[in-house]
């Protein structure tokens, strides 16, 4: 069974540009959500979808977005990058449930120049 | 609010050492769910263990035993006879019900480090 798939692994971008993360859930799990991890902050929830709506959201500004397709596949969106939007992002996978374990995948390491 | 603290920031320990990671968190829910995840260098968040708010029975995988105490708010990891593998940050995460959704709250994690 094919895990928690992110694309790309590695992006490289500057100040003021925005960019796409892309996630493929495993197969048959209907939410996606999103992580950052940095050193100074630690893991923190982004936003979850479930059926393509969005069902939780955390505390981050509005340039950070996201959106779910009908197959699950997931995509989040930064706009106007900002140096501390370096950092690890996460996606996870699960059915849905509450509690249900979430499944993770490799990350996506943004750099921020 | 809900909170979940790991103290031990690192912990050093010889292979075959024991070694237990402290989890302490704080909820309102009455109904919660408590993760341990570990991350090895490679990044990914590998899941270990959940326990819901309703279940207090130990549990023991292998090498691995996890101890819910809902007195005290705390949800243990003890790994026993530790192996060089074991190196990897871990982190305890706590989902509420009433949070309509998955949400984790993450602990800070503790950096275990195993020495041949």
């Not at chain 1, 992110?6 to 540009?17: D, F, H, S």
Request: with cysteine; charged share 20%; glycine share 8%.
């Amino acid at each position: 069974k094919a895990g928690v798939t992110q694309t790309p692994r590695y992006l490289i971008k500057t100040r003021g540009q925005q960019v796409t993360l892309s996630c493929s859930p495993i197969s048959g799990h209907r939410s996606v959500s999103w992580y950052q991890q940095t050193p100074g902050q630690g893991l923190q929830f982004l936003f979850e979808y479930f059926s393509e709506t969005q069902r939780n959201k955390g505390n981050f500004p509005g340039r950070f977005s996201g959106r779910q397709f009908s197959n699950s596949r997931s995509e989040m969106n930064v706009s106007t990058l900002e140096l501390g939007d370096s950092a690890l992002y996460l996606c996870a996978s699960s059915f849905g449930e509450a509690g249900q374990p979430q499944h993770f995948g490799d990350g996506t390491r943004l750099s921020i120049l | 609010a809900q909170k979940v603290t790991q103290a031990q920031t690192e912990i050093s320990v010889v292979e075959k050492e024991d070694v237990t990671l402290d989890c302490v968190y704080e909820t309102r829910d009455t109904t919660y769910y408590l993760f341990w995840y570990k991350q090895p260098p490679s990044g990914e968040l590998v899941f270990l263990i959940r326990r819901n708010s309703f279940d207090e029975q130990n549990e023991i995988s292998g090498r691995y035993s996890w101890n819910f105490q809902k007195s005290t708010s705390s949800f243990n990891f003890t790994i026993t006879a530790s192996q060089v593998v074991d190196s990897a940050v871990y982190f305890c995460a706590l989902s509420e019900f009433r949070e309509y959704g998955n949400k984790l709250v993450f602990g800070a994690g503790t950096i275990l480090r195993v020495k041949s």
